[in-house]
């Protein structure tokens, strides 16, 4: 059973900086990916970064490249996501998502490439 666990979202000013925290726990492959999604209300969630985990690929949303970016300490199995000059187009809950690397390859950015969810963290961004 694999357990995620978001932290570090809050209500930031526009122009602001936040880094977001994704602690696993239980069992992922050596070689897995985890992803960052978000979801506003009213909209379907979407995927923002995504991370082949042990030194692999990274994957970016076009809305966030340049802006985002997703790390790992692979010693604690943390995943982060530093989000900088923040919207309040960024503005939803993210959710952090696992899963094997055969799972996930070529849906990194999709939902359907993950089983396993965190329960979310709220970031809202004020103009």
């Known amino acids: 059973q694999v357990q995620l666990v978001e932290s570090g979202g809050r209500s930031v000013q526009a122009g602001g900086s936040l880094r977001l925290s994704c602690a696993a726990s239980g069992y992922i492959a050596s070689t897995g990916c985890m992803g960052w999604f978000r979801q506003a209300p009213g909209k379907e969630r979407e995927g923002v970064a995504a991370i082949y985990t042990g030194g692999g690929n990274s994957f970016y949303a076009d809305s966030v490249k340049g802006r985002f970016t997703i790390s790992e300490d692979n010693t604690r199995n943390i995943v982060y996501l530093q989000m900088n000059s923040l919207k309040p187009e960024d503005t939803a809950m993210y959710f952090c998502?696992?899963?094997?690397?055969?799972?996930?390859?070529?849906?990194?950015?999709?939902?359907?490439?993950?089983?396993?969810w965190g329960q979310g963290t709220q970031v809202t961004v004020s103009s």
């Open positions: 998502a696992a899963d094997n690397f055969d799972v996930a390859l070529g849906r990194e950015l999709r939902a359907d490439g993950f089983r396993f």
